[in-house]
């Protein structure tokens, strides 16, 4: 009766550190799945920390991608910026504003920019790969035209 109860005891203490992997490995999947990589023009690869336009917390100085999610998961850059009050609140205010005009339903926000010129080498970087792919798809749809 003792090795039992042993036995129950064991198995129960494999099936909650089994259930506690798995609880672990969905919250390292969801949290690597809240950050995107936005490529420059340059080639540099910029992490960005995604939120709905609705959670997104007051934030410091930070450049941002308002996104636009599809139902096949593709992410649509619709604007690119950064804000630079020095109120949190401000920058939350200002992205809100821009996103609401825009139809966005994401905002995904760069915060490693190490001072205020670098941020905005990194806007110019991220907006002219985007105006780059708009080219290339508008030259692309003009070629079928002909």
Not at 59 to 76: F, G, I, K, Q, T
Not at 78 to 101: C, K, P, S
Not at 134 to 143: K, P, W
């Amino acid at each position: 009766m003792v090795a039992r109860i042993i036995e129950l005891a064991v198995y129960r203490a494999q099936r909650t550190l089994a259930n506690r992997e798995v609880a672990e490995k969905a919250a390292l999947a969801k949290e690597r799945a809240s950050f995107h990589f936005w490529a420059g023009a340059s080639g540099k690869r910029y992490v960005h920390h995604i939120y709905s336009l609705r959670e997104c917390p007051a934030l410091p100085a930070a450049n941002y991608v308002l996104v636009r999610r599809h139902e096949d998961s593709r992410a649509e850059a619709l604007a690119i910026g950064r804000v630079t009050h020095e109120a949190d609140t401000l920058n939350l205010a200002e992205i809100r504003q821009r996103g609401a005009e825009l139809a966005a339903d994401e905002v995904h926000v760069h915060l490693l920019a190490p001072s205020n010129k670098i941020s905005k080498l990194i806007e110019f970087d991220l907006r002219t790969a985007q105006a780059q792919t708009e080219l290339n798809v508008a030259s692309a749809g003009s070629n079928r035209l002909h």
